[in-house]
């Protein structure tokens, strides 16, 4: 697969033109929503609680992920019970630089995503490797990663034509929730352009 | 003239002493520095004659000051006295005291430890015309005069440690030791080893030193100052003191302050209450002798002190060194001092060498184990009338001689006998028995489950049996909690009743412990209905009288239906007898006063006498209880001493911390055990985390006083899950501890 | 009381259990994960929650009490044997009903070396091994050696031994051993295994039996201490997982097959051995016993499930209670809420063979890996004989879950005899249609091909 140019320079242009990236606060399970703690438009912190959510008769403040400013935040559900995975309202979290160069390498890459919420390590060979080479080519078959889930580890595989570890979107030994990406890879050709590409990026962004 | 610009210093440095102890408001004593420090900037201008003029009229006012300050002398400004820069330090002493001395182990700032001096020394006595001289040792704190890099004589764990090192040193040549006490308190941190850990080592290792030991006392602050203060003679400066924390520390708790400077008022109120005065120790009898000081304190430049101090000292190891021979020469040496004196004698009577031949060794160790024993047992309250001790001991001689028949003369052709066996049935496995069947029946007790064999036709009804189970109070709730966990390790929430019930306070995802109260380990530790409590009427009193105590310790009592923080009981693990020594939250949050550290020590003799394990089970201690002062102090030697003896007659001794295991009793008759394990939940050190951040200025990692952490330090032996806490003692009980165990 | 049942599962067997109350005239509240939307089960449910995890008891009891549900019903798998909910349910404040035996029977039956040590107080046959875990390396050598000593001299051949984690499960902490010599390695290997995975050291050691066909009988009990059994199937071919692929009813055909034993007999002993631990623990809900059959006609009880099960439904096609068909899903609800029987076992006959297929997206080729991805056509001709169990929709496009297990559907086919059930169900096989892609856009895989294969092995002893 070939990087689209253009579809790169749409992504900068949305970018600049919403510098945000959106995260939704959703109820991780059921339970009566208990308490607002933010208002609309507030801007909260990593860790700031956010909600309280009650469950058995057990009180749990969900609180920010990331720190940016509360949107579409549904007051009319104070008090009701709630199904999981309720959208009660989003977190616009204004974009530095570095998540910029991420959010683009993440429309761009080829993303290997987490297929379970586990833990996940790089594996020991792409480990060193990475060390070593900093954008090491791993071929097909090869395994990438290894998650550890309910205590059992499972190799992740590159699958499809060789490619080159671009960026790692993940800590190691951290919880990843499914879905989210791991890895982001791409040819070997395609590394200098995407290098162009960050540093147009980090140029043009401003300092925050 | 210099002589009198000398003069004129000595008077402001006199003023600014006094205006320091007493505080800016006594009487006019800004206005008199401010004169004086006028006149020095005057000096030259003005005439000698009108100098020397004023000078004496200052010269008797200050005088009268002095005089007035010293009447008016209140227990904090002593504690400034102690504090203050002016005052003599240990390297002060070295010059003065001591003929000739050769530091060892580091010089000033090149030092492994500067708080901590050690000297090898060479001390001086007159006898009519000859001189003799006495090789010491000389270990101390060094507070430096205002030098940073002695951290205020505050010890860090390896300043301990290079103590201990001389002290064998001393031992193996055969010299005594005279310790000079002047911390603060140690240097709270964890390391390898960790503050609490060296300071138990020390008094462990101090308990059975084979060397007359003399300690002085101008600043006794707490563990830092037992860390070399169990001593055969404990010396005091009349303005010194010797508290089982710092009045601000007190205030600071008594006050429930989290950060910033306790009021004042209360601190002096605390200083007061803590009885930390060399007067006050006396009478508590937690120490020996004062040595008389200047009204206000010593300082750097009062000869006439340190040749009293010297007299003191001399006259200290004499009196132990002739404690281990015959009674005879002692009231003689005693009777050779013209009593009453307040003069000091220019020269001795006689000479006393400070060797000790082996059986004055043993005599040394029986009298200072009979001293620390002894010593503030007058405080134990409830229970411990003459008679009531007297019987006890006579019931514990009874003891003593029929455990001695049966494991001490029994015990050979009992061994004989089981080789025998054992050879016998080598080859099938018949034998091994009764060695798994008890980790079995351990395993399904762990397990929840009693698995008799099935004889009823309904099975339910046979392991239901609620009336036998347990049931912690904290179980009987329909709700969930989240575990703290939940985030990183994807916890499911737990249900109340299953989490305290079946899960043992466990989170069966990720092992996280939440607390449980003492009554679940009484209840699921050991066997069932074996539990009898013993010397339950000793209670903790109110020996200093401290303001409110009586009425904290009744409430305490009151809703904990226990006399003190201490339990102590013999009970059955798997069928093996152990006694346990149990320190619990519930009461004053697991601290150790006089009551509990009685009840430990008479635990000790316990087991001891009846050939049993020892376990202490730390449920939570907070430290030493600061309303008992030194009394409370004094725990840590005490305790210390009858472990060691335990441990040394050859028994087991293990302790287990849970929650939070902190300060005094860790640093000694907990930390000294050479089994030491601890709990997943345990939070093992010793000082708090603000403390630590208060002294070090440092932020304290929030995982500092993890047992990981204490497991890295080589503090503990292991760390166990609170689920396999009884099949892990068993397992102890049977590979562990020394040769006099009843059922070795 | 209007009872509403709450259903704590998924895919087919809530469905089941939606026509079984709606045929008792029961409300019933439906919950789902959001993987699951899709699914029939919530298509069908007029009332319904989105929950986070079918197994996280907290989110079934919350929604319960919401939806004000009297009673649940755990189906399969997920809470359906874990004693611990079942507790939870009826110890509660607001107590249910939990539509299953009684939490102290789930304890007490779903530990295996419970299960066996019972059995060997009630002299019931279990698979010769420890019914105590070993924590002791000598004390398993001398079991090993007895247990080597019996298999030969029961004509084994071959004789092997299974070590297992005694808190082990599904397979793992499983290793073979040939010989004595191998027994204390692997033994310390397992424990280290089972003291890091189940945080308990113990082990037991079980004689292997290589071939042998696996019974299981299909019992009733009230809590009113009514008891009857509904025969039994065969469930003998599965995956190597373990899986159950094939099962029929009853659990043995002398017309069919030649046995060197006396099958109806042998039939008669499980059957009444598994009526003896039942009666023994008060059993009151539905719930399998299994068993391990020999070619010499020797049986061993291997394990108790004490819930519903996917294949019920091969019994209760050829069940009659006075000649009227049986719903087991009924019955257990009904009993459940605390009605009697009405019947008594002499009343309970049977009528021809059943067998169910169970339709699975895995590829059988590359270790029966579970697929996952779109299905775009399912489609089967109808027939009376036939039942299909989905929540697969046909009426368009289904993603497959990956969180749950790959099982498509069931398919039930009942014949006068084995012979006219087995040409019926290569009939339905061979006319059933699964197309559809996976993730990655390959056409997908399912087990069809395998289950033709294997229907030509049932009721054959095979190792």
Redesign the interface.
């Known amino acids: 697969m070939a990087l689209n140019h253009k579809r790169i320079n749409q992504l900068l242009q949305r970018l600049r033109s919403h510098p945000y990236r959106i995260y939704p606060v959703e109820t991780?399970?059921?339970?009566y929503l208990r308490k607002i703690l933010v208002t609309e438009e507030q801007e909260v912190s990593a860790g700031e609680g956010l909600l309280v959510l009650e469950?058995?008769r057990?009180l749990k403040t969900l609180r920010a992920r990331v720190g940016g400013r509360v949107r579409h935040l549904r007051k009319d559900l104070l008090g009701r019970?709630l199904?999981?995975?309720?959208k009660v309202l989003e977190i616009w979290h204004p974009l530095s630089q570095e998540e910029a160069v991420a959010e683009v390498l993440r429309e761009t890459l080829v993303v290997v995503r987490a297929?379970e919420t586990a833990r996940y390590l790089l594996a020991p060979e792409v480990e060193t490797r990475l060390l070593k080479e900093k954008r090491p080519l791993v071929r097909p078959g090869e395994e990438l990663l290894i998650m550890t889930f309910m205590?059992r580890e499972t190799p992740l595989r590159h699958?499809g034509p060789p490619m080159v570890i671009f960026k790692l979107f993940f800590s190691p030994h951290q919880v990843v929730p499914a879905g989210e990406p791991l890895l982001g890879l791409c040819l070997p050709e395609e590394v200098p352009y995407l290098e162009r590409v960050m540093a147009r990026i980090q140029e043009e962004w401003p300092e925050s | 003239m210099s002589e009198l610009y000398q003069e004129l210093i000595d008077l402001w440095e006199r003023a600014v002493y006094l205006r320091d102890i007493k505080g800016e408001d006594f009487e006019d004593i800004l206005e008199v520095v401010q004169h004086l420090e006028d006149l020095r900037h005057r000096f030259y201008e003005e005439s000698p004659a009108g100098m020397r003029e004023r000078l004496r009229s200052l010269h008797s006012k200050i005088h009268e000051l002095e005089d007035l300050a010293a009447r008016t002398l209140t227990p904090y400004e002593i504690v400034k006295i102690v504090r203050h820069p002016q005052r003599f330090t240990l390297l002060d002493i070295l010059e003065n005291v001591y003929d000739s001395y050769t530091e060892l182990g580091g010089e000033g700032e090149i030092n492994i430890d500067p708080a901590v001096v050690v000297a090898r020394a060479m001390i001086s006595r007159r006898v009519g015309d000859r001189v003799y001289l006495h090789q010491v040792m000389v270990i101390g704190h060094e507070k430096g005069h205002g030098e940073e890099f002695r951290q205020g004589g505050s010890a860090k764990p390896w300043g301990n440690e290079k103590a201990l090192r001389y002290m064998r040193l001393a031992e193996t040549e055969g010299i005594p030791i005279h310790f000079y006490i002047f911390t603060p308190g140690a240097y709270p941190i964890e390391d390898y080893p960790g503050a609490a850990q060296q300071i138990a080592r020390n008094l462990y290792t101090m308990a059975k030193l084979k060397v007359p030991m003399v300690s002085f006392i101008s600043e006794g602050g707490s563990g830092g100052a037992e860390a070399i203060g169990l001593t055969d003679f404990r010396l005091m400066a009349s303005r010194g003191y010797y508290s089982v924390i710092s009045p601000e520390g007190a205030a600071a708790i008594e006050a429930k302050l989290r950060e910033g400077r306790p009021p004042r008022e209360l601190v002096e109120r605390c200083a007061r209450n803590l009885r930390l005065t060399a007067e006050d120790n006396l009478r508590l009898g937690t120490v020996d002798r004062i040595v008389p000081e200047p009204p206000l304190g010593a300082r750097r430049r009062d000869y006439a002190f340190f040749r009293r101090l010297r007299y003191e000292m001399i006259r200290a190891t004499d009196e132990v060194v002739l404690h281990t021979r015959s009674l005879r020469t002692f009231r003689k040496y005693l009777l050779s001092r013209k009593d009453g004196q307040e003069e000091l004698p220019e020269e001795f009577a006689i000479y006393v060498n400070w060797e000790l031949s082996e059986d004055e060794k043993e005599v040394l160790l029986e009298n200072r184990s009979r001293k620390y024993r002894e010593m503030g047992r007058w405080a134990v309250c409830g229970e411990a009338s003459r008679l009531k001790t007297f019987l006890e001991k006579g019931h514990d001689l009874g003891t003593k001689v029929f455990h001695g028949l049966r494991y001490g003369v029994f015990r050979h052709s009992q061994r004989a006998f089981r080789r025998m066996f054992e050879e016998l049935r080598e080859e099938s496995?018949a034998f091994?028995k009764p060695?798994?069947d008890p980790?079995?029946s351990v395993?399904n007790l762990i397990?929840g489950k009693k698995?008799r064999?099935?004889?009823v036709?309904?099975?339910?009804e046979r392991?239901?049996e609620p009336e036998e189970l347990y049931v912690s109070p904290l179980a009987l709730e329909?709700r969930?909690v989240t575990c703290p966990n939940a985030e990183t390790h994807g916890c499911?929430?737990l249900?109340v009743?299953?989490l305290y019930g079946?899960f043992c306070g466990v989170c069966p995802n990720c092992g996280y412990h939440f607390p449980l109260e003492y009554q679940w380990y009484i209840n699921n530790l050991f066997d069932r209905g074996s539990v009898r409590e013993f010397n339950e009427g000793i209670s903790s009193g109110n020996p200093l009288n401290f303001e409110g105590y009586a009425e904290k310790l009744a409430e305490a009592r009151q809703r904990t239906g226990c006399n003190s923080a201490m339990l102590t009981f013999e009970a059955c693990i798997g069928g093996l007898s152990v006694i346990v020594a149990m320190l619990i939250a519930d009461f004053r949050q697991g601290t150790v006063g006089v009551a509990e550290g009685e009840k430990f020590i008479r635990a000790c003799d316990r087991a001891r006498i009846t050939r049993r394990p020892l376990l202490a089970l730390v449920h939570t201690t907070g430290g030493i209880r600061i309303h008992e002062g030194t009394l409370g102090v004094i725990q840590m030697p005490r305790c210390t001493m009858a472990v060691r003896e335990y441990v040394d007659s050859g028994g087991l001794y293990l302790v287990v911390y849970d929650n939070n295991s902190y300060a005094g009793p860790v640093a000694s008759f907990l930390g000294a055990a050479p089994y030491q394990f601890a709990l997943r939940s345990t939070r093992l050190g010793f000082a708090g985390p603000r403390v630590i951040h208060e002294t070090t200025g440092k932020p304290v990692p929030p995982d500092y006083h993890s047992a990981e952490n204490a497991l890295r330090r080589g503090h503990i032996q292991g760390i166990w899950?609170r689920?396999e806490l009884r099949l892990k003692l068993y397992e102890a009980l049977l590979t562990m501890g020394g040769p006099n165990l009843y059922y070795r | 009381m209007k009872h509403r049942v709450l259903i704590a599962n998924r895919g087919e067997i809530a469905l089941r259990i939606m026509d079984a109350c709606e045929d008792l005239g029961l409300e019933y509240v439906a919950v789902y994960?959001?993987a699951d939307e899709e699914s029939l089960h919530v298509q069908r449910a007029r009332q319904k929650?989105?929950?986070?995890?079918y197994r996280?008891?907290?989110?079934i009891?919350?929604?319960a009490d919401?939806a004000g549900c009297t009673a649940i019903h755990p189906g399969y798998g997920f809470l359906a044997e874990d004693f611990?909910f079942a507790r939870?349910v009826v110890?509660?404040?607001s107590p249910l009903i939990f539509i299953g035996p009684?939490w102290?029977?789930i304890?007490?039956l779903g530990s295996k070396l419970?299960v066996k040590?019972?059995a060997r107080?009630l002299e019931i046959p279990v698979v010769p091994g420890t019914s105590?875990?070993l924590?002791?390396e000598?004390?398993a050598e001398?079991r090993a050696e007895a247990l080597f000593a019996w298999l030969s001299e029961n004509g084994e051949e071959d004789p092997r031994l299974l070590i297992k984690a005694a808190a082990g499960g599904g397979g793992m902490g499983i290793e073979e051993v040939r010989e004595l010599d191998e027994v204390r390695p692997v033994f310390r290997r397992v424990r280290a295994y089972a003291k890091r995975?189940f945080?308990?050291e113990?082990v037991v050691i079980e004689a292997r039996l290589r071939r042998f066909q696996h019974l299981e009988v299909q019992l009733l009990g009230t809590p009113k201490g009514e008891l009857v059994h509904f025969g039994t199937r065969n469930c003998t071919i599965q995956s190597p997982g373990r899986q159950k692929r094939i099962e029929l009813a009853p659990g043995f055909d002398p017309r069919f097959k030649n046995y060197t034993f006396d099958a109806q007999a042998l039939e008669e002993e499980i059957i009444s051995h598994s009526l003896k631990l039942a009666?023994?623990?008060?059993y009151d809900s539905v719930g399998t016993w299994e068993w391990l059959v020999t070619p010499e006609g020797k049986a061993y009880l291997l394990e108790v499930n004490t819930r519903i099960q996917v294949e019920n439904e091969v019994t209760a096609r050829i069940a009659r209670i006075r000649g009227k068909e049986v719903n087991l899903l009924r019955e257990q609800i009904r009993v459940a809420l605390g009605e009697g029987l009405g019947y008594v076992q002499k009343d309970i006959t049977f009528e021809g063979t059943a067998l169910e297929l169970r339709l699975v997206a895995e590829d059988t080729e590359r270790g029966f890996r579970p697929l996952s991805g779109v299905i775009e056509r399912f489609t089967f001709s109808e027939a009376p004989w036939l039942t299909v169990r989905t929540h697969v929709p046909r009426d368009r496009s289904y993603h497959i879950p990956?969180e749950y297990d790959p099982n498509l559907a069931l398919a039930i086919i009942w014949g006068r005899d084995t012979q006219e059930v087995l040409a019926r169900a290569r009939e339905f096989l061979g006319s059933v249609v699964i197309q559809g892609r996976t993730a990655?856009g390959d056409p997908l895989v399912t087990n069809v091909p395998y289950l033709q294969e294997k229907l030509a092995e049932v009721y054959e002893f095979r190792s």
């Open positions: 991780p399970h059921t339970g469950r058995e057990n019970f199904e999981a995975g309720e297929p205590k699958e | 496995s091994l060695v798994t980790v079995k395993y397990a698995r064999p099935p004889r036709v309904s099975l339910v392991l239901e329909d969930t499911p929430d249900w009743p299953d079946e899950d689920r | 994960t959001r929650y989105r929950i986070s995890d996280d008891p907290n989110e009891l919350a929604v919401e611990r939870r110890k509660r404040s009684r102290e029977v304890r007490d419970h040590r019972l107080e105590e875990p924590y002791n000598i004390e001398a995975l945080g308990d113990g009666e023994a623990v008060e990956t990655r």
